[in-house]
C-alpha cells in the first residue's frame, strides 16, 4: 500500500483545510478591494460600491464551502463504505488510498482486520469440516485476537474430540443394553457380541452373570417342582389326619357331656320328685282346708245369690229410669230447637223495626242465652244416660257371672274332697320311687368319675396331636406358598439350551459350599 508523508500538505485534511482557507482570505481580501475600487470608479452610488462586492465574495465563500466538504467528506465516505463491505463479507478488496492521510491510517487498519477475519473464517471453516488439527497449527503473523481465537478454537476441538469419544462409549453402552434387554423379558439366552474395547470388561462381567443366573434359575425350577409336589401331598395328609382326629374329638366330647349329663339327670330327677311331694302335700291340705272352708260357707253362698238376683232386679229398675232420662234429654232439645226458632224471629222483627225493635233485640238475645243453656243441659242428661246404661249393664253382666261363679264353688267343693283320697295314694308311691332313685345315684358316682378323668386325659391328649398336625399344616402351607412363588417368579424366564458340565457349584457366586446337580433327581 502507498504511505504519504505527514508533511504533505495537499494528501492531508488538515493542510486541504488550512490552504482553502488561507486562499479564501486572501482572495476575498484582494478580490474585494479591487471591486470596491472598480465598482466605485464606475458607480458613483456608495451602496452599490459595496453590496455588489459582497454578494460576490458570498457566492466565492459558498463555493469554497462545498468543494471544501466534498474533499473532507469524500475520504470519511469512502473508508465507510468499506467498513460495511467488511461487514458483509470478510475478503472484499481495498483500495490502495482513500484520497487523504487520516483516512489511509483507517483504511490500513481495516485491511489488518480484514486479513484477521480471513485467517479466523478459513480456521472456522477448516474446524466445521472436521480438520481440528489446524486450530493446532500456529500461524504466521498472528496477532493477539487470532492467537486467542486460535487457543479457543483447540479448546473446541478438545471438546469435539471428547465428544466422540464420548459418543463411541454410549454406542457401545448402548448397544450392550440393547442385547441384554431381553434378560429384562425374562430371557436368559441373550448373548453378549459387544467387544468394544471401553465396555469389554462389562460385556465379560455381564456374560458371567448372566450363564450363573441361567444354572440358578435351572435348578430352582426343578427341584422346586419336585419339592412343591411333595409339600402338597405332606400338606394333604396332614389335613386328612387332623379332620379324622378333629370328629374323634368331637364324638369324645358330645360323649363326655352325655355321660356328665346322667348323674345331674338323676340328682335333678330326685329333687324335682322331692319338690314334687312336697308341692303335693301342701296343696293337698290347702284343698282339705278348702274344702272345709267350702262347706261351712255353703250357707252363706246361697244367701248371697239370693241377695244379687234382687240386686240385679233392682238394677232393672234404674236401666228403666235411665231410658226414661234419655226421653227427658229429647223433650230438652225439641225445646232447645223451638226458643232458637224464637229468638230467630225476634231477631228478624227487631231487624225490620229498626230503633223500635231493640227491645225484641234484647228478648232474642236472651231467648238464645236460654236455647245454648237448654242445648248444653241435653248434652249433659244424654251423655249421663248413655254413661248410666252402660255401667248398669256393666253391673248386671258381673252380678250374673258371680252367681254362676257361686254355683260352681259348691259343686267344685264335693268334687274336691274326692279327689284328695285318690292323691295321697300316687304321692306315696312316688316317694318310694324317689328314695330307691337317690341310692343307685350314690352307687355309681364314685366309677363314672374315675371314667371321665381317664377319657378327658385321652381327649386332651388327642387335641396337642391336632394342634401339632395343625402347625404342620401351615408350615407347609406356607413352604407350598413360596414354592408356588418361587416356581412363578422363575417360569418367566428362557433358559440357556442344558450345559455339558454335569453340575454348578453356588460358591462360584455365592460362597456356597454344596454342588448341586443340574440334571433330574434320581
Known amino acids: 500500500m502507498a504511505r504519504y508523508t505527514p508533511d504533505s500538505l495537499l494528501n492531508s485534511l488538515k493542510g486541504k483545510i488550512w490552504l482553502a482557507t488561507s486562499a479564501l482570505a486572501f482572495f476575498i481580501c484582494t478580490f474585494g478591494l479591487v471591486s470596491y475600487l ?73 485491511h489488518r482486520n480484514s486479513l484477521q477475519m480471513q485467517k479466523l473464517v478459513g480456521l472456522m471453516d477448516e474446524v466445521a469440516a472436521g480438520n481440528t488439527n489446524v486450530a493446532l497449527t500456529p500461524l504466521q503473523n498472528s496477532d ?4 486467542a481465537f486460535q487457543k479457543l478454537l483447540a479448546k473446541v476441538t478438545d471438546s469435539i474430540d471428547a465428544k466422540h469419544k464420548l459418543e463411541q462409549l454410549q454406542n457401545a453402552v448402548a448397544g450392550i443394553s440393547e442385547e441384554i434387554g431381553r434378560v429384562r423379558k425374562f430371557n436368559l439366552d441373550a448373548e453378549i457380541t459387544i467387544d468394544a474395547r471401553e465396555t469389554k470388561e462389562i460385556a465379560e462381567t455381564l456374560k458371567f452373570l448372566i450363564n450363573h443366573l441361567n444354572n440358578v434359575v435351572a435348578l430352582i425350577r426343578n427341584d422346586s417342582g419336585h ?77 248371697v245369690r239370693k241377695q244379687l238376683q234382687e240386686a240385679m232386679s233392682r238394677i232393672g229398675r234404674i236401666n228403666e229410669r235411665a231410658q226414661e232420662m234419655g226421653q227427658i234429654a229429647k223433650t230438652v232439645a225439641d225445646l232447645a230447637h223451638r226458643t232458637n226458632t224464637i229468638a230467630l224471629n225476634a231477631a228478624i222483627q227487631a231487624g225490620e223495626l229498626g230503633e223500635q225493635g231493640r227491645g225484641f233485640s234484647v228478648v232474642a238475645e236472651e231467648i238464645e242465652r236460654i236455647s245454648g243453656r237448654a242445648e248444653n243441659t241435653n248434652k249433659q242428661i244424654s251423655s249421663l244416660s248413655k254413661s248410666m246404661t252402660a255401667d248398669i249393664v256393666e253391673v248386671e253382666r258381673s252380678l250374673k257371672s258371680t252367681v254362676t261363679e257361686a254355683a260352681n264353688l259348691s259343686k267344685f267343693a264335693v268334687e ?107
Not at 102 to 108: Q, R
Not at 244 to 263: F, G, S, T, W, Y
Not at 454 to 468: D, H, K, N, Q, R
Open 227 to 303: 419339592t412343591q409336589t411333595s409339600a402338597m401331598e405332606i400338606r394333604k395328609t396332614i389335613q386328612t389326619l387332623i379332620q379324622q382326629d378333629e370328629v374323634k374329638i368331637q364324638e369324645m366330647n358330645q360323649a363326655v357331656l352325655k355321660l356328665r349329663e346322667i348323674p345331674n339327670s338323676v340328682q335333678r330327677i330326685s329333687e324335682n320328685f322331692a319338690g314334687a311331694v312336697q308341692s303335693a302335700n301342701q296343696s293337698i291340705e290347702k284343698a282339705r282346708s278348702g274344702t272345709e272352708f267350702a262347706q261351712q260357707n255353703l250357707g252363706a253362698v246361697a244367701l
Open 416 to 522: 274336691t274332697g274326692n279327689s284328695l283320697s285318690e292323691l295321697e295314694k300316687h304321692i306315696t308311691q312316688i316317694l318310694s320311687l324317689q328314695d330307691q332313685l337317690t341310692a343307685d345315684s350314690s352307687e355309681q358316682s364314685d366309677e363314672t368319675e374315675q371314667a371321665f378323668q381317664v377319657f378327658v386325659g385321652s381327649i386332651a391328649e388327642t387335641e396337642m396331636s391336632v394342634e401339632c398336625l395343625r402347625q404342620s399344616e401351615k408350615s407347609v402351607s406356607v413352604l407350598t406358598a413360596t414354592l408356588s412363588n418361587l416356581l412363578l417368579a422363575v417360569d418367566q424366564f428362557k433358559l440357556l439350551p442344558p450345559v455339558s458340565e454335569p453340575g454348578f457349584r453356588l460358591d462360584d457366586i455365592g460362597g456356597l459350599p454344596k454342588t448341586f446337580e443340574t440334571g433330574s433327581p434320581s
Open 38 to 110: 472598480i465598482v466605485s470608479f464606475v458607480i458613483n452610488d456608495p451602496f452599490y460600491a459595496v453590496f455588489v462586492p459582497f454578494l460576490f465574495l458570498a457566492f466565492t465563500v459558498m463555493f469554497f464551502g462545498w468543494w471544501l466538504s466534498t474533499e473532507v467528506v469524500s475520504p470519511i465516505e469512502k473508508v465507510s463504505l468499506l467498513a460495511r463491505s467488511l461487514e458483509r463479507s470478510a475478503s472484499t478488496s481495498l483500495p490502495k488510498t482513500s484520497g487523504s492521510t487520516e483516512t489511509d491510517e483507517l483504511l490500513a487498519t481495516l
Open 144 to 147: 493477539r485476537l487470532t492467537a
